[in-house]
């Protein structure tokens, strides 16, 4: 393909995604297909001459688009939404034609650059404390990682690091062998902390890199969020045990129900057990991977107190959730940006450079797992200047305010459903409501898998379930971006017709 070819083809590509979006409440939210579908209808082999464009671009709607489900559709309600946006496609445009491994700031000045920029730029706009920026009084600043996941496995690489630094005597007082015994046993009784109510990411991170984990069982009475009651049991725990928990995960929005564990409590707990600062002090990691990005309004810092913040060591928040930035963009934040440098620098002569020996410039390498890395700064710049941050905040409260309106609907109707949770962050848990006073939980959960699967066949709307304490329940969010007010009016409508249906039955 030449660059005439490419203008051609970029042309219908653009017009085929506006088209895309334009038409896509037209299209089932989730793919139809059987599994291994694309095989009946791909060759076994790559072709051995080039093909035609047209020919390849014909398969896209023909081969590709009926195995898409469709996370920008009006009526994905499941899981927590997968954004994108006009600006954001632009930005993953020209990052595709820039492309580089830019690692290393002289890799590509601008990739470095811009990406501390906006980082701070955005810390800024979801008032995080001064800490987090990379001009800040404790030398912090964010990255761009791939995943939340990635996020939470680098920040517990970090703070293994730190803890073992800040608690093995010094080299003058034991070295060689018994130095390292003496590393090997404090690994064996490290351990990482989270709650039930925590991402699963948190454990795999603990997985992966070989240390113990425990999650802390939070409850109903308490919305599944951590308090500093529970949490000090815990810790109390582990000491007896002869543990030294050195991580806490806590979470702003937690996947099932959007709780936000008790920050205040946290701090008061972590204080009483080693106090901030002293050395062995618990590395805190803030998950706001989803309800992160509500942030960008005023009234969410204050309700969620983020100055406390200030007492933690990182945060991350996906802005490809619910912020308008196609994935990937997992926007992590560090309260000091040597904790990941030490964690993670290892050094190779072909990467060295002036620029790096002389210490002036950021070099990505050090703050995350993988050497190379995309220029994923641009898309969000492109969205932070296109939308602005009064545009950011719209799209937020604007989804809020439709899953308040979800949330109402279904109160409206205690006679079908029940909500399980307080609805928060545009996510509504709900269940079926009670039949009879005889019914049992198991009859229960068999009913609302009913209209859960019900609904979920119709086309038109996905929810995703999950289970609270053996209570199966549904998870609407309102999150889309494309998802107006007559779209969850229509969800409610099918939801009531089922719900009816299943009631008389
Ligand atoms: N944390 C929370 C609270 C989540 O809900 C999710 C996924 O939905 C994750 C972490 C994992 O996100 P990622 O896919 O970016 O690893």
Same mark, same amino acid.
């Given at each position: 393909m030449d660059s005439q070819a490419f203008r051609e083809a970029g042309h219908t590509g653009i017009e085929d995604i506006a088209t895309y979006f334009d038409t896509l409440s037209s299209r089932p939210v989730v793919s139809t297909v059987e599994p291994g579908y694309l095989r009946k209808l791909l060759p076994s082999s790559a072709p051995e001459e080039g093909e035609s464009w047209s020919a390849i671009h014909a398969d896209i709607e023909d081969k590709i688009l009926p195995g898409i489900t469709h996370w920008t559709h009006p009526g994905f309600h499941a899981f927590f939404p997968c954004a994108n946006s006009y600006p954001s496609i632009l930005g993953e445009l020209y990052s595709a034609a820039l492309s580089g491994a830019a690692f290393n700031w002289i890799c590509s000045p601008a990739v470095t650059e811009l990406e501390?920029?906006?980082?701070?730029?955005?810390?800024?706009?979801?008032?995080? /404390?001064?800490?987090?920026?990379?001009?800040? &009084?404790?030398?912090?600043?964010?990255?761009?990682?791939?995943?939340?996941?990635?996020?939470?496995? +680098?920040?517990?690489?970090?703070?293994?690091?730190?803890?073992?630094?800040?608690?093995? &005597?010094?080299e003058s007082e034991l070295s060689g062998e018994a130095r390292e015994d003496f590393i090997a046993r404090k690994r064996s009784k490290m351990v990482a902390l989270a709650t039930t109510a +925590?991402?699963?990411?948190?454990?795999?991170?603990? #997985?992966?890199?070989?240390?113990?984990?425990?999650?802390?069982?939070?409850?109903? $009475?308490?919305?599944?969020?951590?308090?500093?009651?529970? #949490?000090?049991?815990?810790?109390?725990?582990?000491?007896? $045990?002869?543990?030294? &928990?050195?991580?806490?995960?806590?979470?702003?929005?937690?996947?099932?129900?959007?709780?936000?564990?008790?920050?205040?409590?946290?701090?008061?707990?972590?204080?009483?057990? +080693? /106090?901030?600062?002293?050395?062995?002090?618990?590395?805190?990691?803030?998950?706001?991977?989803?309800?992160?990005?509500?942030?960008?309004? &005023?009234?969410?810092?204050?309700?969620?107190?983020i100055s406390l913040l200030s007492n933690f060591h990182s945060f991350d928040m996906n802005m490809h959730k619910w912020l308008l930035v196609n994935f990937d963009a997992s926007c992590f934040f560090v309260r000091d940006r040597s904790w990941l440098v030490?964690?993670?620098?290892?050094?190779?002569?072909?990467?060295?450079?002036?620029?790096?020996?002389?210490?002036?410039?950021?070099?990505?390498?050090?703050?995350?797992?993988? #050497?190379?890395?995309?220029?994923?700064? #641009?898309?969000?710049?492109?969205?932070?200047?296109?939308?602005?941050?009064?545009?950011?905040?719209?799209?937020?409260?604007?989804?809020t305010k439709l899953g308040d309106e979800f949330a109402d609907m279904i109160r409206s109707r205690p006679d079908l459903f029940e909500i399980v949770t307080p609805p928060r962050f545009a996510l509504t848990v709900f269940r079926l409501a009670q039949k009879g006073e005889a019914q049992t939980l198991e009859e229960r959960n068999k009913l609302t898998k009913e209209l859960y699967d019900r609904a979920n066949a119709t086309g038109y709307m996905w929810f995703t379930s999950t289970s609270l304490d053996g209570r199966v329940a549904i998870r609407m969010c309102a999150g889309v971006r494309t998802t107006e007010r007559e779209h969850i009016e229509r969800a409610f409508k099918g939801l009531v017709e089922i719900a009816e249906s299943i009631m008389k039955a």
């Open positions: 501390t920029i906006v980082l701070d730029w955005l810390a800024q706009i979801l008032g995080l /404390p001064q800490c987090f920026l990379s001009t800040g &009084p404790t030398r912090g600043g964010g990255v761009i990682h791939g995943s939340a996941s990635e996020a939470v496995l +680098t920040a517990m690489v970090a703070a293994r690091d730190k803890y073992l630094r800040e608690t093995t &005597p010094p +925590t991402h699963s990411s948190a454990k795999k991170a603990a #997985l992966i890199l070989g240390i113990r984990f425990r999650a802390i069982p939070v409850r109903a $009475e308490d919305n599944y969020s951590l308090t500093e009651e529970i #949490l000090s049991q815990a810790l109390a725990q582990c000491k007896a $045990e002869g543990l030294e &928990p050195f991580f806490l995960a806590a979470t702003l929005g937690t996947t099932d129900t959007c709780a936000v564990d008790d920050f205040a409590g946290i701090v008061s707990a972590l204080n009483a057990f +080693t /106090p901030a600062g002293q050395p062995g002090e618990v590395w805190v990691h803030v998950d706001g991977a989803y309800a992160g990005s509500a942030l960008v309004c &005023p009234e969410t810092q204050q309700e969620v107190n030490q964690a993670l620098s290892v050094n190779q002569a072909v990467y060295g450079n002036h620029a790096s020996d002389g210490g002036l410039v950021t070099d990505y390498r050090e703050w995350q797992i993988p #050497l190379g890395r995309r220029f994923r700064a #641009l898309k969000v710049w492109f969205v932070l200047r296109s939308y602005g941050v009064k545009g950011l905040q719209a799209h937020i409260r604007r989804s």
